[in-house]
T-cell receptor
Framework: DTGVSQDPRHKITKRGQNVTFRCDPI?????LYWYRQTLGQGPEFLTY????????KSRLLSDRFSAERPKGSFSTLEIQRTEQGDSAMYLC?????????????FGPGTRLLVL | SQQGEEDPQALSIQEGENATMNCSYK?????LQWYRQNSGRGLVHLIL?????REKHSGRLRVTLDTSKKSSSLLITASRAADTASYFC????????????FGTGTRLTIIP
């Protein structure tokens, strides 16, 4: 499968624990995006990378959230001291920047439940 | 924050009928895209329409864009049970960033 992959697909954790999610984009794509989706809503942008540079962060991304893309390939999203409000689907997408109208391809998502 | 609203929030039709979903957005856009999401899964890109285009077709899909009204519609013709999913419109703005801003989605159910 040469699409975007995410790991794990599901994560249940207790409030206060740290969690880390991984995203592997389509191999030739230089842009990588993180979105969060809560039940019944559309996805909301969190942050994006071009190669290894993090170019934009949403105000939704509190200090407890950190994302990295150290070698310009896979990315990790870490949430520290999780709260029940962090429960959501975390979606990763990638694209090849050939202008400003490229398609973003989404992974299957990581569903997080904070107890 | 969400870009805007989609209408209706939910739609149920008989297999074989056409389904129309509408999307409104708030800001000036570079392009508008439609995505499908099956229950609890990732999003699948369906079609992209640029701000200087008014209509676009792809298979059984027809998308229109009216930038003066800041609205778009997605028509699925000859619906099939496999079209049951949530449909989202998403925009990329003209302000130099590349993030997608999604609507609230339409939940489409095709009754066999």
């Amino acid at each position: 499968d040469t699409g975007v992959s995410q790991d794990p697909r599901h994560k249940i954790t207790k409030r206060g624990q740290n969690v880390t999610f991984r995203c592997d984009p389509i191999s030739e794509h230089n842009r990588l995006y993180w979105y969060r989706q809560t039940l019944g809503q559309g996805p909301e942008f969190l942050t994006y990378f071009q190669n290894e540079a993090q170019l934009e962060k949403s105000r939704l991304l509190s200090d407890r959230f950190s994302a990295e893309r150290p070698k310009g390939s896979f990315s990790t999203l870490e949430i520290q001291r999780t709260e029940q409000g962090d429960s959501a689907m975390y979606l990763c997408a990638s694209s090849l920047a050939t202008g400003n109208q490229e398609t973003q391809y989404f992974g299957p998502g990581t569903r997080l439940l904070v107890l | 924050s969400q870009q805007g609203e989609e209408d209706p929030q939910a739609l149920s039709i008989q297999e074989g009928e056409n389904a129309t979903m509408n999307c409104s957005y708030k800001t000036s856009i570079n392009n508008l895209q439609w995505y499908r999401q099956n229950s609890g899964r990732g999003l699948v890109h369906l079609i992209l329409i640029r701000s200087n285009e008014r209509e676009k077709h792809s298979g059984r899909l027809r998308v229109t864009l009216d930038t003066s009204k800041k609205s778009s519609s997605l028509l699925i013709t000859a619906s099939r049970a496999a079209d049951t999913a949530s449909y989202f419109c998403a925009t990329i703005s003209n302000f130099g960033n590349e993030k997608l801003t999604f609507g609230t989605g339409t939940r489409l159910t095709i009754i066999p």
